[in-house]
């Protein structure tokens, strides 16, 4: 595909798909919030007015993003990172407790906020390293310090599915830096084996986890995974058509935010899923386009870290509609129902945008690293992030 860009220079592929997307998940919301909406005494359109003021927020973000010149997010990094931090102590403190978790304060979800703090200050870190990447205080320590605040603070909500996202996010970066494997898969076997016995220790993951492995045994827990196949099950490969969709009649919990995918499937059909894939894989591949072309380290990474954040929020949500992973609260983002996911997805947008400009990112300095002193075309050489360095 290339790397498309518009008469500004911005990745003109990259914009379109964000913004079809946006626009069908207007339409999703609608035809899965209706039910939902009548049931608690509300207007039909109710959520969809709510979610398109949420998407003008959105397209506001991703535009003033496109402007600014990406090198703001490295010189704020500490600040943002800060507001997240304080913002998740204060949901988790004085936060409502919703489904046994306190995830939002003030009508926010303070995690998204955290998650692009976490994303700047590891960037940050990594750009600034040149060939000390190589050692274990740059390698791991330094960039995993933000992320083991990220991660006690999301513990404590708890908010296990977005510490995935995190963990993901964090190591898709420290890889494509190049940062010494000796030092990083020891890090993550023990992460993993503190992580699962976190899991099963936990009743509300303990019982998901359960019911994904035995579903006859833990009905309850199973519900919405189950109603979710069979939404799209009952699409088949052209759909019931707009609004004609079943399950989402008060049979799948959540069907405007956790499985919207699952509703789009029941009345889209195959063709309709396959045309929303297409969509996000262009986003996806863009995304790595611009992180291939960057001309910094710095914008190099973050495109990586963003492009991995949206990837893997839709790779949860995706898997949990077709019965591959634990039911969790993932949103789909552009297209479930709209709030902080929404606007942090088009502002990540918005900044992969900029760096896709030429002319961007020139006031960074970062320190000289030849390219023997970086493995990172080692590790992926599909991509190979450092051609581009001088």
Known sequence: MGNISTKTGVNKLLMLS???????GCAVVYTASTTHALKLGLTPEYYLKAHCMKVVIALAAMFVAVKVDYSVWKKGARVIFGVGCILTIAAIVAGGDVKGASRWIWGIQPSEILKLGLITMVCT??????????????????????????????????????????????????????????????AIGASAVVGVMVLLIKSHTSKRIAAFLDPTANQNSAMQGERALEA????????????????????LPEAHKDVVYAVLGEEAGFLGTSFILVLFGCLFYEGFEIARNS?????????????????????????????????????????????TNLIFSALFVGILLNISKSGTGKNIVEPYMSSTDNTAAHTFSDFDFTRTET
């Open 125 to 186: 870190k990594l750009s600034e390293a040149g060939s000390e990447i190589k050692t274990l205080k740059c390698s791991l320590i330094q960039p995993c310090v933000p992320f083991m605040i990220s991660a006690i603070l999301l513990a404590l909500q708890p908010n296990f599915s977005m510490l995935i996202l995190f963990a993901g996010i964090t190591l898709s970066v420290l890889m494509v830096a190049g940062a010494r494997a000796k030092y990083l898969l020891p």
């Open 295 to 339: 001309s910094t380290r710095f914008g190099k990474y973050m495109a990586v870290a963003l492009t991995i954040s949206l990837f893997l929020n839709f790779l949860v949500h995706v898997s949990v509609s077709t019965g591959l992973f634990p039911t969790t609260g993932q949103p789909l983002p552009f297209l479930s129902f709209g709030g």
């Open 232 to 251: 799209l099950g009952n699409g088949g490969f052209f759909g019931t058509g707009v609004g004609m969709g079943m399950q989402k009649l008060g049979y």
């Open 18 to 24: 964000t913004l079809v997307l946006m626009c069908v």
